[in-house]
């Protein structure tokens, strides 16, 4: 029987040696793909529940009171009505009167709650397919009583820390009671992916009733 040479002994070894690394290379793989879904998913489930309290109001925000950004905690928010136009979700809540700062981009305006704001209105609109918030839109909100306009002014196009991109604004109410709520949506103003080719190409009214009653 011939033994092989050593040339052909280091030929095999070598290819030996590449089977293992292969294997051990496609073992990691699977291992951090394995890691990553699982990371991936924790953080989803993490966010969710996050936002689910904010949603829920002050009896559960409690999950979220150890939470701050640059100091600044969450506070609970109410949520006011909902609709579904052409696949966006156009949601209105109110919190607690809050100061926001306008920048246009070189400078600075503080607008501070005055002792008679009633509350913060905030106008979320989201892909209700994906959740993910669309920018560029505007947004006027009108609300009257009994016939006679109370507030009628436009949502600023706001970032939030924990209510995440909305449209919002402070609003004076004269007192408990039912009010109508006006919400004119217009079209982003933006390049478009072919998705949203043909939805929100013109303005869209969603209208409301609620009711009112100082904290």
Same mark, same amino acid.
């Given at each position: 029987?011939?033994?092989?040479?050593?040339?052909?002994?280091?030929?095999?070894?070598?290819?030996l040696?590449?089977?293992?690394? @292969?294997?051990?290379?496609g073992?990691?793989?699977?291992?951090?793909?394995?890691?990553?879904?699982?990371?991936?998913?924790?953080?989803?489930?993490?966010?969710?529940?996050?936002m689910?309290?904010?949603? @829920?109001?002050?009896?559960?925000?409690?999950?979220n009171?150890?939470?701050?950004v640059?100091?600044?905690?969450?506070?609970?928010? #109410?949520?006011?009505?909902?609709?579904?136009? #052409?696949? @966006?979700?156009?949601?209105?809540?109110?919190?607690t009167?809050?100061?926001?700062?306008?920048?246009?981009?070189?400078?600075?305006? *503080? *607008?501070?709650?005055?002792?008679?704001?009633?509350?913060?209105?905030?106008v979320?609109?989201?892909?209700?397919?994906?959740?993910?918030?669309?920018?560029?839109?505007?947004?006027?909100?009108?609300?009257?009583?009994?016939?006679?306009?109370?507030?009628?002014?436009?949502?600023?196009?706001?970032?939030?820390?924990?209510?995440?991109p909305?449209?919002?604004?402070?609003?004076?109410?004269?007192?408990?009671?039912?009010? #109508?709520?006006?919400?004119?949506?217009?079209?982003?103003?933006?390049a478009?992916?072919?998705?949203?080719?043909?939805?929100?190409?013109k303005?869209?009214?969603?209208?409301?009733?609620?009711?009112?009653?100082?904290?």
């Open positions: 029987m011939l033994r092989p040479s050593r040339l052909e002994v280091r030929a095999r070894h070598a290819v040696m590449l089977a293992v690394a @292969m294997l051990a290379a073992c990691a793989a699977a291992d951090k793909t394995a890691t990553t879904s699982a990371s991936a998913s924790n953080s989803s489930s993490s966010s969710s529940s996050g689910s309290g904010m949603d @829920m109001g002050a009896s559960s925000s409690s999950s009171s150890n939470i701050s640059n100091g600044i905690k969450p506070v609970p928010s #109410q949520l006011l009505a909902t609709s579904t136009w #052409q696949g @966006m979700s156009i949601e209105a809540r109110t919190m009167p809050a100061p926001f700062v306008i920048y246009n981009g070189s400078s600075e305006q *503080v *607008v501070k709650p005055g002792p008679k704001t009633s509350f913060h209105l905030m979320m609109l989201n892909d209700a397919h994906t959740g993910v918030a669309i920018p560029y839109a505007t947004v006027w909100a009108t609300i009257t009583k009994d016939g006679k306009v109370i507030f009628d002014e436009r949502q600023w196009p706001m970032i939030s820390a924990f209510m995440g909305h449209y919002g604004n402070n609003v004076e109410l004269p007192g408990p009671g039912t009010y #109508q709520l006006s919400l004119l949506i217009s079209p982003p103003v933006s478009r992916h072919v998705e949203y080719q043909n939805v929100w190409l303005p869209h009214r969603v209208t409301a009733t609620f009711h009112w009653s100082p904290a």
